[in-house]
């Protein structure tokens, strides 16, 4: 089966966060199943946000996730107007100037709702966190 995992909660309520990164390593360890792409949306946004800092006792859910995709190849997509919403640019797309100047996560790709809806239509399953 081929799954589209979504994640509209934030960083700071870890356990949603948590909860779809365990499910998508269940998936992958299975060997049967396929994530599509991970799309963070609303406040999900904020995982790409390259400057969070974490206390020592929390968790870097953000570092977890970025972990996750490159060990397992699935793309990190978050959605453009959410990451405008929350505060966060990539000065290369924002100002159309060669520069890696700005606070979006190398890791994470910047994608669009339509870009979301077609990789629904490809999933046989879609799981939102």
Same mark, same amino acid.
């Given at each position: 089966?081929?799954?589209?995992?979504?994640?509209?909660?934030?960083?700071?309520?870890?356990?949603?966060? &948590?909860?779809?990164?365990? !499910?998508?390593?269940?998936?992958?360890?299975?060997?049967?199943?396929?994530? $599509?792409?991970?799309?963070?949306?609303? +406040?999900?946004?904020?995982?790409?946000?390259?400057?969070?800092?974490?206390?020592? $006792? /929390?968790? /870097?859910?953000?570092?977890?996730?970025?972990?996750?995709?490159?060990?397992?190849? &699935?793309?990190?997509?978050?959605?453009?107007? *959410?990451?405008?919403?929350?505060?966060?640019? +990539?000065?290369? $797309?924002? !100002?159309?100037?060669?520069?890696?100047?700005?606070?979006? /996560?190398? !890791?994470?790709? &910047?994608?669009?709702?339509?870009?979301?809806?077609? +990789?629904?239509?490809? *999933? /046989?399953?879609?799981?939102?966190?």
């Amino acid at each position: 089966m081929i799954y589209t995992v979504i994640i509209t909660s934030s960083v700071y309520s870890v356990e949603n966060s &948590i909860s779809a990164l365990l !499910f998508s390593r269940a998936l992958i360890m299975r060997r049967i199943h396929f994530i $599509k792409n991970i799309f963070f949306y609303c +406040d999900g946004a904020l995982h790409a946000n390259k400057f969070l800092f974490f206390n020592k $006792k /929390d968790i /870097d859910i953000r570092r977890k996730w970025i972990i996750f995709s490159l060990k397992n190849k &699935i793309k990190l997509h978050v959605c453009y107007s *959410s990451l405008l919403k929350q505060g966060i640019i +990539d000065f290369k $797309k924002f !100002f159309r100037k060669n520069t890696s100047v700005g606070n979006l /996560d190398i !890791f994470f790709r &910047i994608s669009s709702l339509e870009k979301l809806s077609r +990789d629904i239509q490809k *999933s /046989d399953r879609v799981i939102k966190f």
